[in-house]
C-alpha cells in the first residue's frame, strides 16, 4: 500500500473505521477460523492499519502540544501585560501640616 493511501485511511472520521477494522482483524485472527493466506493477508492489512492509526495518534499529539503552548504563551503574553502597568500614584506618607523635608 502507497504511503499517500496509508495516511488517508486514518485520517479524520476514517480513523475510527480504521480501528473498528482493526479490532475486527484481531478478532478474527484470534478465532483462528481463518486459513493460513488468510490470516496472512489480514495480518498484512493490520499491521498497515496500526502503522497509519498510530501516525495520526502521533499527528493528533502534536497538535494538542502546540494548541497548549500556544495558549501558555497567550497566558504568559496577558499576565506580562498586567505586570508592564504603570503603578497607581502613591500616596504621599508625610503630614501635611509638617513643613520640614525629611530623605529618610
Known amino acids: 500500500m502507497s504511503r499517500k493511501k496509508e495516511e488517508t485511511?486514518?485520517?479524520g472520521p476514517d480513523f475510527e473505521a480504521s480501528l473498528a477494522e482493526l479490532e475486527s482483524i484481531v478478532?478474527?485472527?484470534?478465532?483462528?477460523?481463518l486459513s493460513l493466506s488468510e490470516m496472512?493477508?489480514?495480518y498484512e492489512r493490520g499491521s498497515?492499519?496500526?502503522?497509519?492509526?498510530?501516525s495520526f495518534l502521533k499527528s493528533a499529539r502534536q497538535r494538542l502540544e502546540i494548541i497548549a503552548m500556544r495558549e501558555e504563551n497567550e497566558n504568559v503574553l496577558a499576565q506580562d501585560g498586567k505586570l508592564c502597568q504603570s503603578p497607581p500614584p502613591a500616596s504621599?506618607?508625610?503630614d501635611h501640616d509638617d513643613d520640614s523635608i525629611s530623605l529618610f
Open 40 to 42: 496472512i493477508a489480514r
Open 92 to 94: 504621599p506618607d508625610y
Open 9 to 11: 485511511v486514518a485520517q
Open 48 to 54: 498497515s492499519l496500526l502503522v497509519s492509526c498510530d
Open 27 to 33: 478478532s478474527a485472527l484470534e478465532s483462528e477460523e
